[in-house]
């Protein structure tokens, strides 16, 4: 990282951090919005007059039809944001930052613009609305993660902080709850997220790059502002050589990474990377714990108001107490990558000592992140199964521990798992098959209201056992580096 280069460098560091935290994960507040939509009378019609929406002079008690149709948006737009990332993860790999930032910018504009003037009579938009906010802030995400490329070693540290960055920007939600209860309306929160778009159309043409920040870094590589400098072309070059040379030496699946007598390296190509059982197991360890979060998310203002039993002041401390822990994924996020990134120094300082494979060394400092992500999951399933109202607090706090390590790690592992080429196509699959997945929260839900008449033991009980399941990808991981980190003579 060239010295002259830091201030620009950090510019855009912060500047993307700010994007992400303020804007591109808002849909994960969906608990505060969904608390302000029912003050409002949302969707209160579809409760039947008997449903005693209004009988405990509390405002927020049961209504079955009502949560169910929150329920849905959310499921809705929880499935967009996973979904689109295909798309839109190749739009990115295709067409670069800048079409890629102005696609966003037209989805989130379109979307705050639509919620904005919504009304009671027009709510059946927020199904429109809300799926376009989600894609325009998975897009954002998308095209700040390779910001890390700017930052070397620290790579995998400023991916996880966007990752965190990107989960707590749910706390804009929250700011508009309690704006609104300070008679600051709906529309005018929403119009001002609107009118933010002029910042995100100036960074997009002064703080970003047009293509791609290529990884290894260049010397002397500028975009942004020095945009057009004559030494961008060199960059590039050296970028595509080096690029070469870091997948032919390092992102090759473990039968190719030393070939035999005659043979020559070949780049793995995305299909083989996308068949892989690397590739699977991860996609069942990021599916599983996803669920439990999406579900989690989806069901809380139905399960607090359960918990409260109706009281709707108890409701909303306990949603501004979540929506508040939300904030720290910020502050949790770096420390798995972080993690990751000493690891990954130590373990390949060492394999260069003993002559054994680089990538089995830097993929086996993905272990711990993956094993501790699970193990919160494991702690948050747990408690958000006792229906215990003060012991939901805990519940809080691992949640949004857990999810902070669960999108920057999965981002960290792919970069460490898959040649860097296909990294926005991988993600885009990955976070697409995990949405599929994800729909099951609706039925879930369903079950929980009808059959299981708001009794979710059943359901808790399936949750802790597919969470134990997702100990599996990290132990395969680890047995996959073992051999090469304990037997270099091995694999010669």
């Known amino acids: 990282m060239a010295s002259q280069g830091l201030p620009l460098h950090l510019a855009t560091l912060l500047t993307g951090l700010l994007e992400c935290l303020g804007f591109a994960g808002v849909i994960f507040g969906w608990a505060s919005l969904v608390f302000v939509f029912k003050t409002e009378h949302y969707f209160e019609e579809l409760c039947e007059p008997d449903a005693g929406l209004m009988g405990n002079g509390t405002g927020q008690a049961e209504c079955k039809a009502q949560d169910e149709r929150f329920s849905l948006i959310f499921t809705l737009a929880s499935f967009m944001i996973n979904f689109m990332t295909f798309p839109t993860g190749y739009i990115f790999d295709r067409f670069k930052t800048t079409v890629a930032r102005l696609i966003a910018i037209f989805f989130?504009?379109?979307?705050?613009?639509?919620?904005?003037?919504?009304?009671?009579?027009?709510?059946?938009?927020?199904?429109?609305?809300?799926?376009?906010?989600t894609v325009g802030g998975i897009l954002f995400?998308?095209?700040?993660?390779?910001?890390?490329?700017?930052?070397?070693?620290?790579?995998?540290?400023?991916?996880?902080?966007?990752?965190g960055a990107f989960d707590s920007s749910s706390a804009v939600f929250l700011i508009i709850k309690l704006l609104y209860e300070q008679d600051i309306s709906l529309r005018a929160s929403f119009i001002f997220l609107s009118v933010c778009s002029v910042w995100h159309v100036g960074r997009t043409f002064l703080l970003m790059p047009r293509g791609h920040i290529p990884y290894p870094l260049p010397p002397n590589y500028s975009y942004g502002l020095c945009f057009g400098n004559s030494t961008i072309k060199e960059g590039k070059k050296t970028a595509e050589h080096e690029n070469v040379e870091l997948q032919s030496k390092e992102f090759l699946s473990p039968k190719e990474e030393i070939p035999g007598p005659g043979q020559q390296q070949k780049p793995r190509s995305f299909w083989s990377c996308a068949f892989s059982r690397r590739f699977a197991w991860h996609l069942v360890w990021l599916s599983v714990i996803q669920l439990c979060h999406y579900l989690f998310i989806g069901t809380f203002n139905s399960l607090l108001s359960n918990l409260a039993r109706g009281d709707?002041?108890?409701?909303?401390?306990?949603?501004?107490?979540?929506?508040?822990?939300?904030?720290?994924?910020?502050?949790?996020?770096?420390?798995?990558g972080l993690l990751m990134d000493k690891l990954k120094e130590k373990y390949q300082k060492e394999a260069q000592k003993t002559g054994s494979s680089t990538l089995a060394a830097a993929l086996f400092s993905a272990v711990p992140s993956l094993a501790l992500t699970s193990l919160l999951c494991l702690g948050f399933a747990l408690c958000a199964s006792i229906p215990?109202?003060?012991?939901?607090?805990?519940?809080?706090?691992?949640?949004?521990?857990?999810?902070?390590?669960?999108?920057?790690?999965?981002?960290?592992?792919?970069?460490?798992?898959?040649?860097?080429?296909?990294?926005?196509?991988?993600?885009?699959?990955?976070?697409?098959?995990?949405?599929i997945v994800s729909l099951l929260q609706f039925p879930i839900f369903t079950l929980i209201k009808g059959p299981l008449q708001n009794d979710p033991l059943y359901v808790n009980v399936m949750l802790v056992l597919a969470t134990l399941l997702t100990l599996v990808h990290p132990f395969l991981v680890y047995r996959e580096c073992q051999p090469r980190k304990e037997s270099p003579s091995a694999i010669a």
């Open 108 to 133: 989130y504009t379109s979307a705050t613009l639509t919620i904005a003037f919504t009304s009671v009579d027009t709510a059946l938009l927020l199904f429109l609305a809300m799926p376009m906010l």
């Open 141 to 163: 995400l998308i095209t700040n993660l390779q910001i890390g490329n700017l930052f070397g070693k620290h790579r995998l540290t400023i991916i996880t902080l966007y990752n």
């Open 312 to 336: 709707r002041v108890l409701v909303s401390t306990y949603t501004n107490a979540f929506a508040i822990t939300q904030f720290f994924g910020v502050l949790c996020a770096p420390w798995n």
């Open 388 to 435: 215990v109202l003060p012991l939901q607090y805990a519940t809080f706090i691992l949640q949004v521990i857990c999810r902070s390590f669960l999108y920057g790690g999965n981002a960290a592992f792919l970069t460490l798992a898959f040649p860097p080429e296909h990294f926005g196509k991988l993600l885009g699959l990955m976070m697409a098959l995990s949405a």
